[in-house]
């Protein structure tokens, strides 16, 4: 079975500080994983994905994620943070072993305070 | 244009009642799914269509049915709502049912009373 771990339910950055975001896995088949923000009161954008190729995804507005396979993880990362990245992040391993049906398994979420 | 449109935002009701909430995307893609998000943010899967055909259908109570009229479009119908079914529900889509979900709703909040 397919799970994903978020260290740390909430994360604290002044702005302009480097913004580390902590997912790891566990995947029966090599996984495809994702990032996801969720600002408030709307749905979920995707940051970006990781599906077997290169091991460093860039995403949206600066983000970017490297796929561990040793360590099992996916951790995601912006150099400079800013005020409006303020919001809630998923992380999300997909079931498209032998089912292939697409479903996410998504991590509890963290939450991310930029202060100035 | 708005990507995937869900109605309505907000659902208000009491114990007992029977809604449907509303999803439809216009981007030409071949699947389409609903979440529940729930009080503590937690996302889980609870179905899934792909041209129409249910694909993912999850340990969700009969009271909850999904309809497909096209591939467009995917709606939520629940029976006999319960103070447990209150939560946010996100209507998703996908190019493919590889892919993952790719394109969120804003939601439609569910109070049930």
């Known amino acids: 079975a397919q799970s994903v771990t978020q260290l740390g339910s909430h994360v604290s950055v002044s702005e302009g500080a480097l913004v580390l975001l902590r997912c790891n896995y566990s995947?029966?088949?090599?996984?495809?994983l994702f990032w996801y923000v969720q600002y408030p009161n709307q749905g979920l954008q995707l940051l970006l994905k990781?599906?077997?190729?290169?091991?460093l995804v860039k995403g949206i507005n600066g983000f970017e994620a490297e796929f561990k396979k040793s360590e099992t993880s996916f951790h995601l990362t912006k150099p400079s943070a800013h005020m409006s990245d303020a919001a809630e992040y998923f992380c999300?391993?997909?079931?498209?072993?032998?089912?292939?049906?697409?479903?996410?398994?998504f991590g509890q979420g963290t939450t991310l305070q930029v202060k100035p | 244009d708005t990507a995937v449109s869900q109605t309505p935002k907000y659902l208000v009701t009491q114990m007992g009642n029977d809604k449907s909430i509303k999803c439809e995307q216009n981007?030409?893609?071949?699947?389409m799914y609903w979440y529940k998000q729930d009080s503590k943010k937690f996302l889980k899967i609870m179905f899934s269509?792909?041209?129409?055909?249910?694909?993912i259908n999850e340990t969700v109570p009969n009271r909850f049915s999904p309809k497909s009229p096209d591939k467009a479009h995917l709606n939520l119908h629940i029976n006999s709502l319960e103070l447990g079914d209150s939560a946010v529900y996100f209507c998703?889509?996908?190019?493919?049912?590889?892919?993952?979900?790719?394109?969120f709703g804003n939601g439609t909040r569910l109070t049930v009373t």
């Open positions: 269509y792909n041209n129409k055909e249910l694909i």
């Open positions: 981007l030409g893609h071949d699947t």
């Open positions: 995947s029966s088949v090599p996984p495809y």
């Open positions: 990781y599906t077997s190729a290169a091991t």
């Open positions: 998703a889509s996908s190019q493919d049912k590889a892919s993952g979900p790719l394109h």
């Open positions: 999300a391993v997909s079931d498209h072993g032998s089912s292939n049906t697409g479903k996410l398994i």
